[in-house]
């Protein structure tokens, strides 16, 4: 106890540290501000057909009125894990930052499962229309850059949230950054979980009453309930999924920064702010490298091949990283108790 206690009281984010957390923060606003281009890109694709973009209207009602309500029933329990959270021990800056960013990761959470429904319930349409009258390497396009715009709004707002905290509270970021993890968690459950529920009584249904009482197929237009099938499908597959990748991204950080914290001082609490800015410059890399060539034998020949490039780029700028930016032993780590250091 008296060892991280005394490791506590060393951490202090300051000169070239903090620097690289601004260096880190401005990587997650490139992430978004490639999120919104890509955005742009999808949607000024044409929307096809009147008939196409009545269905399409359909299912974009019956998504949007699901997380109305979803958002709704969810801020009761909200405001009640804010006043839960601050009536915790400690110290009265940590227990508001701690419930104010509490707010914060449960809001990311709701704006990329969000996104990535209201943009999925748009872009379906535009890859039947490009796959109709452009080419399948064209809808593939719009398909892909949409995912991508989830991904970067993931990594994004995760890395800004975290940077944001180390850079106001520093050696007191892993007590804060608590509440941010749980924020994103716990809005990420309910729309996974309930959105889930919602797909699979959508699809029995809409089974039930066509296949075996009307005797008709799986999703043929002359059945109603279809487009709860699919308003089911966007709902659980996109929103539910999309936060519950941002919960799984935001977790894992917050994470690697307390246990970095608690071993390593403030290089520890650092260093896991590094490697995902990596990633996020990288994964831009293979979003425009995803191109379909005349070799390809399907689409995720393009997608594997941009995938393994940026990922191999990844790994060495990371090992790049770790080599000039850890020192070569343990006692040279700032932050860290010097006892605790000598004894690992």
Not at 52 to 67: N, S, W
Not at 302 to 309: D, G, K, M, T, V
Request: charged share 15%.
């Amino acid at each position: 106890m008296r060892a991280n206690l005394t490791a506590n009281s060393l951490v202090e984010v300051t000169g070239n540290n903090l620097n690289l957390v601004y260096l880190i923060l401005g990587v997650s606003l490139v992430a978004l501000a490639i999120a919104f281009a890509l955005r742009a890109q999808v949607l000024s694709a044409s929307d096809g057909t009147a008939k196409m973009q009545e269905i399409a209207a359909a299912v974009q009602e019956g998504a949007a009125a699901y997380l109305a309500r979803q958002f709704r029933t969810l801020s009761f329990f909200v405001v009640i894990v804010v006043v839960l959270l601050f009536a915790l021990p400690g110290d009265m800056d940590v227990k508001i930052g701690r419930s104010i960013f509490f707010l914060i990761g449960a809001a990311f959470s709701a704006i990329v499962g969000y996104q990535g429904m209201w943009l999925a319930v748009r872009a379906n349409v535009r890859v039947a229309e490009a796959a109709r009258q452009v080419s399948a390497e064209r809808s593939v396009q719009i398909a892909f850059r949409t995912g991508g715009v989830v991904g970067m709004m993931t990594v994004g707002l995760g890395l800004l949230g975290a940077s944001v905290v180390v850079i106001i509270y520093r050696a007191d970021a892993p007590a804060v950054l608590e509440g941010f993890g749980f924020g994103a968690a716990m809005l990420a459950m309910f729309m996974r979980v309930g959105g889930g529920i919602f797909t699979k009584a959508a699809d029995v249904g809409a089974d039930l009453v066509g296949k075996v009482e009307k005797h008709i197929p799986e999703d043929d237009p002359r059945n109603a309930a279809t487009i709860a099938d699919n308003v089911g499908d966007n709902v659980g597959d996109c929103a539910g999924m999309a936060a519950d990748l941002f919960e799984s991204y935001a977790v894992t950080l917050v994470a690697s920064l307390i246990l970095g914290k608690a071993a390593f001082g403030d290089s520890g609490l650092v260093y896991p702010l590094i490697v995902p800015a990596i990633g996020i410059l990288t994964a831009i890399l293979g979003i425009f490298l995803t191109r379909h060539r005349s070799t390809d034998k399907s689409a995720m020949s393009a997608i594997n091949r941009s995938f393994f490039i940026s990922a191999v780029i990844s790994a060495v700028l990371v090992g790049l990283a770790t080599y000039t930016y850890l020192p070569n032993n343990f006692t040279a780590l700032t932050g860290v108790d010097s006892a605790l250091a000598a004894e690992t």
